[in-house]
């Protein structure tokens, strides 16, 4: 499994064959200049909620691509309206075996709303499972007890928001680790705009003095699980 940062809350992650794109937001980001969308050729787009610092680069991806994209039942109408017919939508606590494997669709504490105004059902999480790893990925959330009914699954690795702000800082994010029961994590929503901007080395020291594992990826690299 290859996980790749593109900046903000994009990730690409190749398992199972196959390429999963989360939260295309590349684009409007300058610190992601480096990054040419149209070079993204993902078979999956996974989409946490409405915002356009998730979906800015969404319908571009999907067009280049013909990418389905995995996302709450209520979005996957909305995009079904834009002309965005391979749509697989879902909801919480529901699971779905795709080729490459399982997601599951986790609550997130936070807001949805689509960039044209319209509802956009409720912001979620993913965990995937794929190559005996089990992935979190948190989208955009505050601290939540729910995160407690991750406990038992083993996660091997959690990538959550530390910036603050509009999710999780820094110290509810170590605690979120206690809740899941996860020592290994990806940071991300950090440093992209001035309320989210970050220490980034006091973030990796609070981490290890918690025991934890904090990775923060330049934009372009990449880890392997
Ligand atoms: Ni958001
Ligand atoms: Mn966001």
């Given at each position: 499994m290859k996980i790749t940062f593109y900046g903000h809350a994009s990730f690409?992650?190749?398992?199972?064959?196959?390429?999963?794109?989360?939260?295309?937001?590349?684009?409007?980001?300058p610190?992601?200049?480096?990054?040419?969308?149209?070079?993204?050729k993902p078979d999956y787009i996974l989409l946490s909620h409405g915002h356009s610092d998730h979906m800015a680069d969404l319908e571009t991806?999907?067009?280049?691509?013909?990418?389905q994209v995995i996302c709450i039942a209520d979005i996957a109408g909305w995009l079904n309206n834009k002309g965005i017919s391979n749509v697989?939508?879902?909801?919480?606590?529901?699971?779905f075996n795709f080729d490459f494997g399982r997601v599951k669709m986790?609550?997130?504490?936070?807001?949805?709303?689509?960039?044209?105004?319209?509802y956009g059902g409720n912001p979620a999480g993913f965990v995937i499972y794929?190559?005996?790893?089990?992935v979190y990925f948190a989208g955009d959330t505050a601290l939540t007890l729910d995160m407690k009914l991750l406990?038992?699954?083993?996660?091997?690795?959690?990538?959550?928001?530390?910036?603050?702000?509009?999710?999780?800082?820094?110290?509810d994010a170590i605690k979120?680790?206690?809740?899941?029961?996860?020592?290994?994590?990806?940071?991300?929503?950090?440093?992209?705009?001035?309320?989210?901007?970050?220490?980034?080395?006091?973030?990796?020291?609070?981490?290890?003095?918690?025991?934890?594992?904090?990775?923060?990826?330049?934009?372009g690299k990449s880890i392997t699980l």
């Open positions: 690409q992650i190749e398992t199972g064959g196959k390429t999963l794109l989360f939260d295309p937001f590349i684009s409007p980001n610190q992601a200049a480096a990054i040419d969308v149209n070079s993204l991806v999907q067009k280049n691509s013909g990418a697989h939508g879902m909801n919480f606590g529901g699971g986790v609550y997130a504490l936070h807001s949805s709303s689509m960039p044209d105004g319209a794929s190559e005996g790893k089990k406990a038992d699954e083993n996660l091997d690795l959690a990538i959550l928001p530390i910036g603050d702000n509009y999710t999780m800082g820094v110290d979120a680790c206690g809740f899941i029961n996860c020592k290994n994590v990806i940071g991300m929503h950090y440093d992209t705009f001035p309320v989210i901007k970050i220490d980034k080395e006091e973030a990796k020291k609070k981490f290890a003095d918690a025991a934890l594992n904090l990775t923060l990826l330049d934009i």
